[in-house]
C-alpha cells in the first residue's frame, strides 16, 4: 500500500491535475485503502481520527463518479451529501472538495447555521451537485422546502461520534430518512460507542470496514504531561508557563464557553494575546480568531471542544487542558490538533482536585500515566514553594508553581460521564 501514488488509484483526469497542483503524490493509509472500495461502489465503516487524510479518503472516489455519471436534464439537485458536526468542518470539507474539483465542472456549497440562510438558499436555487452541510441548518431548509435529498447518490456521514456527543443523532436519523434507499454510504468515527455500531448497522450495507488507527489512540510523538493545581491556581500557572517563548502558537481548552472568554480575558490583561471561539460567537467572530491564530496574529486560542475536531491549523506547538474534558475520548481529539504532518508537540493538562476522576478515566483510556511534571504537597511530606517535581520526558517549558492545596481539600468526585452542550 505504501509504495502506491495516486496515479494508481484510477482517478479522472482533472482529479489528478488537482492532486497535483497541491504536491499529492502519495496517498495516506486509509486513502490507499479506501478509494479502491469506494470507487467500486462499497459502503464503507471508517474508523479514524482527523489529521489521518480521510477527507480526500472519501471525496476523491465521490467526484470522481459524480464526473463519469453526469445527471439527468432538469433541476440540479445535491447527488452527494456530506454531513458534518461543526460549522468548521464543514467549511474545511467544503475548501477540500473545492481544490479537488477545480478541474471539473460541479457545482457544491456549503450550509450551516449561525449566518443568514440567504446566500445557502440561492446557491441550492442555482443548482449543486455536491453538499456539505451540518444537521441543524439542513433540517431547517428541508422543513421549508427550500431543497430535498431524493437525488443523493452519496451519503457521507463524518465525524459520527460527535454527533452524538452534541446531540445531533436524532437529527441525523430524520435526514437518514429523507434519502433514497438505494445510495452509497460512509460513516466515519473516532472512536466507536454503542449506539454509533447501531447506527451504522441501519444505515450501511455491506460495508468494508477501513481502521487505519487504534480507536481512540493518542499520536505517540505527542509527550503527555499533567500539573495536579489547585482549580484557583490555574490562571496564574498558564501565564507563567505562557512566559517560555517555545510555547509559539498554544491551543487552550476550556469545559465551557464562560470559561473560555475569562481565561483569554485574563491572558490578554497580562500582555499575552488571545482569543477565544465557542458556540456563542458569530461564525464571523468564529473565523475571524481561526484567521488570527492561524497566521500568528494571536498567541493563544482559547476554545471549547468545538475546536478539538475539524480545526486543521498548522505548527500548534501545545495544547493546554485548562480544564479535563469530563469525557476522556474528547481528551484525544484536544490533543490530536498538535503533532501534525508528522511534527512533534506537548500536550500538557492542570487537574484540580475535583477532576481527578476525570483523569483516572484519561489514563484507563489511552493506558498509559501522564508525566507529572507539577504536584500539590501533601501533609505528610510538604513540599518547598518552587520545587516541582522533577520531569521524565516532560515537555520543554518553564517550570509553573502550582499553588498546592492539602491532597486531603478536594476529595475525589465520582466520574459523571455527562454529555452535555458545553461547546
Do not use: W
Not at 479514524?48 to 463519469?68: D, E, N, Y
Not at 468548521?88 to 475548501?95: H, N, R, S, V
Not at 440561492?122 to 422546502?145: F, H, S, Y
Not at 435529498?149 to 436519523?173: I, K, Q, S, T
Amino acid at each position: 500500500m505504501s509504495d502506491k501514488t495516486f496515479s494508481d488509484l484510477g482517478l479522472a483526469e482533472p482529479i489528478q491535475r488537482a492532486l497535483h497542483d497541491r504536491n499529492y503524490v502519495t496517498p495516506t493509509p486509509i486513502q490507499a485503502r479506501s478509494i479502491p472500495q469506494l470507487l467500486e461502489g462499497r459502503d464503507m465503516l471508517g474508523i479514524a481520527q482527523t489529521g489521518t487524510g480521510k477527507t480526500a479518503a472519501f471525496g476523491l472516489p465521490i467526484l470522481h463518479q459524480l464526473s463519469q455519471n453526469r445527471a439527468n436534464n432538469g433541476p440540479r439537485k445535491p447527488r452527494a451529501l456530506i454531513l458534518a458536526p461543526t460549522r468548521e468542518l464543514a467549511i474545511q470539507i467544503g475548501d477540500e472538495f473545492r481544490a479537488y474539483a477545480k478541474h471539473l465542472r460541479l457545482r457544491q456549497t456549503v450550509i450551516f447555521g449561525g449566518v443568514s440562510q440567504k446566500p445557502q438558499v440561492n446557491a441550492l436555487a442555482r443548482g449543486i451537485d455536491v453538499l456539505v452541510a451540518t444537521p441543524g441548518r439542513l433540517l431547517d431548509l428541508m422543513n421549508q422546502r427550500r431543497l430535498t435529498l431524493d437525488a443523493v447518490e452519496f451519503f457521507v456521514l463524518d465525524e459520527a461520534d460527535r454527533m452524538l456527543d452534541m446531540g445531533f443523532v436524532r437529527d441525523v436519523r430524520k435526514i437518514i430518512a429523507a434519502l433514497p434507499k438505494q445510495r452509497q454510504s460512509l460513516l466515519f468515527s473516532a472512536t466507536m460507542p454503542g449506539e454509533i455500531t447501531r447506527l451504522s448497522g441501519q444505515i450501511l450495507n455491506d460495508p468494508v470496514r477501513v481502521e487505519v488507527t487504534p480507536q481512540a489512540t493518542p499520536i505517540e510523538r505527542i509527550e503527555q504531561s499533567v500539573y495536579h493545581v489547585d482549580a484557583g491556581g490555574k490562571v496564574a500557572l498558564l501565564s507563567d508557563i505562557l512566559d517560555d517563548p517555545a510555547m509559539s502558537r498554544v491551543l487552550v481548552f476550556a469545559r465551557t464557553k464562560h470559561r473560555a472568554n475569562r481565561v483569554a480575558e485574563r491572558l490578554g490583561r497580562s500582555g499575552v494575546s488571545a482569543d477565544a471561539i465557542h458556540g456563542n460567537k458569530s461564525q464571523a467572530a468564529r473565523q475571524r480568531a481561526l484567521k488570527r491564530f492561524r497566521d500568528g496574529e494571536v498567541r493563544v486560542l482559547v476554545a471549547t471542544d468545538i475546536a478539538a475536531r475539524g480545526i486543521d491549523v498548522e505548527s500548534v506547538s501545545h495544547v493546554i487542558n485548562f480544564e479535563l474534558p469530563n469525557e476522556p475520548e474528547s481528551y484525544v481529539h484536544r490533543i490530536g490538533r498538535t503533532a501534525r504532518a508528522g511534527a512533534g508537540g506537548a500536550a500538557i493538562s492542570f487537574c484540580d482536585g475535583a477532576e481527578r476522576a476525570y483523569l483516572r478515566d484519561i489514563e484507563r483510556l489511552i493506558h498509559c500515566k501522564l508525566t507529572v511534571i507539577g504536584e500539590e504537597p501533601t501533609e505528610a511530606a510538604p513540599r518547598k514553594p518552587g520545587k516541582p517535581k522533577k520531569s521524565h520526558g516532560a515537555p520543554r517549558h518553564k517550570r509553573g508553581r502550582p499553588q498546592g492545596t492539602p491532597a486531603n481539600a478536594n476529595a475525589p468526585r465520582k466520574s459523571r460521564r455527562r454529555r452535555g452542550r458545553a461547546a
